[in-house]
C-alpha cells in the first residue's frame, strides 16, 4: 500500500484483511496517504464481492504461504491478472514443492501457468500474465548477483549463498525471537540446510545452493553473499589476467547482462543494504579473489520492496503494460 | 537531492561541496537518482559562476552555521531567491543571535528581510520571498506540536520542551561521541540549557522554553514531548469536563487549527517517529492531565525532510508558486 | 540469575517458572553459568515443596503484577524472607494501589509490613526485613535523580519526569508494539498521565508529578530527565551567584547526600545508560538553568540491574547482612 | 581494564594513552571501577619509567598494529611478559607478514619467540611465556568453529569462512564508514579477498581461507559462518547415515575435542552473538548439509572480549599460572 499509494496509473479500489477487518488502514499503517488510508479492511468474502461487482482487473496478493493456492482458482474466475506474493506458485514440480513446503499443492496444475516474476531474468513472458508469482527475497538478492556470472558460464559446481535479512522479513507475527529484546545486539543464523527459498534459488540458477540466512538487527535490507567455483574456461582465461583485470571484465560482463535494467545498480564497491532503503534498487557487486580461485557476488536490496511489494508491483506494470518503473521511482532514504 | 530526485517540477542545474569538489553526487549518496547522481560537486567560485551563467533563479543552502551570511549577499544579486537551511537567518534581533551563537552577525540588515519558513504558522509571506530561513528541526517539531495550545490561550508560563532526535541530526561530521560505538545501546541529554534551538522556540511562540534534547539510536526523526501550563481561563473551562471530554475539545482545536494542512497529522495516541520515516509529515498530539494540571503536546517529524530538507522544499514550492506538496507526497516508509 | 551466578555468597537452590517448566535455565537463558543453567524450572507446587522441604532462606519474586499478592502469605510461613520484584507491595495505601492497579489488593494488611527497597534512600529497615518490594526501574531512576533536591528543600510544586526505557523492560510477553519491527528507528511516548509507576515517585518524594515515559529502540538502560521548580529560598540563594557556582553548589549538595554510597555516580556532565550497561551503578547529573529558572536532575541505570534484579540482591545482601556490593561489582560492559 | 576491574589476582598499576596523557581513566570509559578510574594516562615514557622502577611483571600492549614491535625489544628488557593484543605477533614468517601488512617486520628474529594466544588449540606454550601474540577476533571465533572438522580429517580443500562483527571491531577512530548514520540500517561487506585476519585463520588451520567479513548494527559481538568440503573418508563414513546421525557424530566430535574447556559452550542450533556479550566464553554449533555435501559451523564471541582483551587476560592467567578463568567468569549481559 505504501508502494501504490505513490503510484500514477493503479488505484486501489479495495483492501482484505480477516484479522484487521473493519479497522482503517492508517489505523494498522500509521504512514498511509490519505485516499489508501481512509479504506477499511474488508473480509475475503466483502473482498470478493467488490472484486467481482466493479470488475476489479488486477488483484495482490500477500497472504501466508499455502493460503493463496486455495484462494486463485475462484479468483481467476473474477479478475484478470492476480500478483501473488506468497511462495504457492513459485515453484513448477509438484513434487518439488512438496518435498520444500511440507504438504501436497492443492491446485498443481496451475503451477505451470503461473509466471515467475522476476523481470531482470526474463520479463517477456510477463506481459498479460493472469498469475504472477513473486519470487521470495533472498531469492531475488542472490540470483540477480550470481546470474550473469552462471548464466555465461563463467561458473561450475554448487554455490554458497550466505545472506542476511532485516527483521521486517519476519512480518508481524508474535514470536519470542521477534521481540527487539531477542533482536538487537544479536547476530544469528537461522533454518541452515532448510530454508525454503533454497530451492527458489536453485531452481532460477540451475545449480545446487547451500543458504544460510541470518537475522540482522535492522528493520528493512537483505544483502545476499554468494561464493562461486570457477569453470576451466574462465580459470584458463584468468590465468593470465592481474587480479584487476579480472575484476574490470566481470563489471562488463554485469554491465552487458544488466543494460538498460532500470533497478539494477552496479558497483565496484560492495553495496550495502542502506543505499536501497525504501527503493526498488538491487545493488550489486563482483569480484574474482585470484588466489584462492573463488568468485564473490553480493546483491543487495530493500526487503519489502524490490524483495517484496516493490517487486509485484514492478511485475504488475508489466502485466498490465504500464512503465515498468512507474511508481517506483522513489530513490533510497540514504541516511 | 533525495527529495528533489523525486520533484516533478523543480530541475537541479548544478550542486555545490566544497570537500567533495569533483567527486559525482552519486559516489557520496548512493542512493541518488540517475540524474542528480551524475553531477558532479563544484566549488563556490564554479558554482556562482553557473548559477549567473544559466540565471539560475533559486538556490538551496545547506551550510554550516556562520558561512551562508557570508554568501547571501553576493548570492541576492545573481539569483532571485534563496532557501537557507542554516541557522544565519532565523533570529530577527542581531544582539539575540549573538547572546545564542556567540559571534556577532555580518549582515545584520538582512534579518529582517528574511521570513522564517514555516508555512503552518504563517505561509503569506512566503510567496516570491527572496531569502527564506528554513527552522531548526527542534523547533519544527516542538513549535508545531504547541502552537495551537499557546496561540489560543490555553496556557501560561514557560513550557517545558524535552526531545530526542536520530543521529543524523550531527550531520556528518567526524566526533568521538557520533560514533556508531558511542551511540548504540546509549540514550543521554547533551547541550542542557544552552541548545541554540531554544531561542527558536521561544521566538515562534512568544514564551520562555526549557529545551533539553536527547540522542536515540536510530537514524532519523524528532519526537518532542513538551509540557505546558494551564492558563487561568483553561482552568475554568475544564473544571467541570471529564478527561477523555477535555481531550476531546484539545483534539478539535487543533484539527480547526490545521484544517487544511497537507502535512499535519493529528492523532489520539501519541504519534512516533517510525510513521513519518522519510516523508514531509508531521504527526501531533495532546492530552491535559487533569491530575497534575499539565498540558502534554507531542510532535514527531523526520528531522532530515519536515526538520530541513523537507521543509527547504516545501518553503521553495510557496516561494515560486508551486503546489505546496510538490515533490513531497512521498508517505513514510513504514515499517 | 544472571547477577546470582556471580555472587560469592547467595546459593541458587531451586527455580521456578510456569511455561517453562522442564525446561533447563540454559535452553531459556543461554548466557548462564553453569551451575545455575543446569537447573530445571519448577512449577509453583514444586517450588513451594523445594523451600519448605530445604529450609530456603530467602526467595526472590519476579511475578506479574497481583500474583506475589496472591503467593506470599503462604510463603511467608515457609522462608525468612522475600524480595519481591513485582509492584504488589510497593504502596502502602490500598486505596491508592486500587486507584493506580484497577483492582483492589488482596492482602492489605501486608503493605505495612513490606519495606521499600530503595537502600540510598532508607537502608535502615532492610536490616532482617521478611518482605521487600522492590521499586520499579523508574521510580528508580527519577527518584534518586531528584531526591537531594526536594529532600533538602530547594524545590516547590510538582515534578516533570520525561524519562525512557530500553525494549527489554517490557519483557518477553508477545505484543506487536515490542516486536524488533515496530522498535527500531523509532522513540515513541506512552502510558500518558497513566503510567503506574507515577505513584511510586510522588510517594517517594511528596510531590506530584507529571510522569511521561518513551520506548527507545535500545535493550537496556533508562534516563530519567527531570525538571523542577525552586522553592522561595533557593531562589534568593542563587540571584547572587554565577550559573556555575550554583552548579558547583549542587553538585557538592549531591556529593553530600550520597556520600559513601556503592552505586551512585555523581557527574558534572549528562549521563547516558551506555555507562551502567549490565552494572548496578545509578549515574546522576544535576544542574540549575537560571534564565528560565529551572532545575534538571538526570538520572540513568540499566532497567534490568539497578531497575530490577540488580537492586533486588542488593536489597537481599541488606536483609541477610551481607556485604551490600556482594555480587554486584561487575563495571558496566562499554562500549 | 573492564576486564582487569573484577580481576581478583591481577593489580593494575599503571595505565597507558598518548592521546590521552593526564586524563583518568574514568573520564574516557565512564564505566570503570573506582580504582582503575583514579588513575591517569601516562605517555610512553612515563610508562617505561614505572614498569621498570615499580619492577611490573606483565605488560599488557594494545597499540595501532605496527607499532608495538617498535616498543617490544625495549620492554623485553625491563619486564618479564608481555601479553600484545596487536597483530604484530602473530605470523611467523616475515615474508607472510610483509605481504599482509604491507611493511617489512621491525624485529623478525622475536617472531619465532612469540606464542600465539589461542589456548583452546595449545595453552602448552603459554606458561611463563615472555611474548604472547593475541589472536584476532575473526581468526578466534572461525578457527576455534572449524579446528575440530578440520584437525580430525574430516575436511578437504579451501574453506569459506562468511563472518560479521558489530561496530566496537573498528575501534575509536574518526572514519564516515563508523558513523552512526553510516551504521544503523547499514548491513554490508568490506576488504573482500584482502583481509589481514585471512591468514591468521590459514595458519591456524592449515587450509586457505576465502574470508569476506561484514559490519552489523551491533555495538559488540561476532559471529562466523563457515563453509567446508568434506573429505573422502568422511563422505564415505557419512553416506549411510542419516543427517541427525551425522549431526549427532559431530556434536560428540566437538564435545570430545573441547572437552573441559572453561570458554567453549557446544549447542546443537545456531549460536547468535547476544549470549556472549560481555563474556569470555564462544559459543559454537556445527551441522552437516548431507543434500548439498557441506559443513556449516559456526562460532559466536564478544569480539572485545574472547575476540581481544578477554583472551589476553586469559593469556595472562595461563602465562603466570593463576586459574585460566580468574576475572573472567563474567556470564553473557543477556537479553
Known sequence: MRVLSGHPDFEVVAVGGRSAKGMKVRDLYPASSSAIGELAFLDTVEL????????????????????????????????????????????????????????????????????????????????????VAVPGCYPTASTLAMAPLIK??????????????????????????????????????????????????????????????????????????????????????????????IDGRLLELYESFYDLEPFVKLSSTPPGTASVYGSNNVSISVTYDKRTETFIALGAIDNLTKGAAGQGVQCANLVVGFAEDSGLTQVGVWP
Chains 1, 2, 3, 4 share one sequence.
Not at 89 to 105: L, N, S, T, V
Not at 183 to 190: H, I, K
Not at 202 to 216: C, D, I, S
Open 48 to 131: 470478493m464481492e467488490v472484486i467481482k461487482s466493479e470488475s476489479v482487473p488486477l488483484v495482490f496478493l500477500a497472504l501466508p504461504h499455502g493460503e493463496s493456492q486455495r484462494l486463485v482458482p475462484e479468483l481467476l474466475e473474477i479478475t484478470s491478472h492476480i500478483i501473488d506474493l506468497a511462495a504457492d506458485f513459485r515453484i513448477k514440480d509438484p513434487a518439488q514443492y512438496e518435498y520444500w513446503y511440507g504438504h501436497r499443492h492443492s491446485c498443481p496444475k496451475l503451477l505451470d501457468q503461473a509466471v515467475y516474476g522476476l523481470p531482470e531474468l526474463d520479463r517477456s513472458l510477463l506481459k498479460g500474465a493472469r498469475l
Open 152 to 245: 555465461s558460464g563463467y561458473t561450475k559446481g554448487k554455490v554458497v549463498v550466505d545472506a542476511a535479512s532485516g527483521v521486517s522479513g519476519a512480518g508481524r507475527s508474535l514470536r519470542l525471537e521477534s521481540l527487539a529484546m531477542s533482536v538487537m545486539e544479536e547476530y544469528r543464523a537461522y533454518s541452515l540446510r532448510t530454508h525454503r527459498h533454497t530451492v527458489e534459488i536453485e531452481n532460477n540458477l540451475g545449480v545446487k545452493a547451500v543458504f544460510t540466512p541470518h537475522l540482522v538487527p535492522m528493520k528493512r535490507g537483505i544483502l545476499a553473499t554468494c561464493y562461486l567455483e570457477p569453470s576451466g574456461s574462465s580459470l584458463k582465461e584468468f590465468s593470465g589476467m592481474s587480479q584487476d583485470d
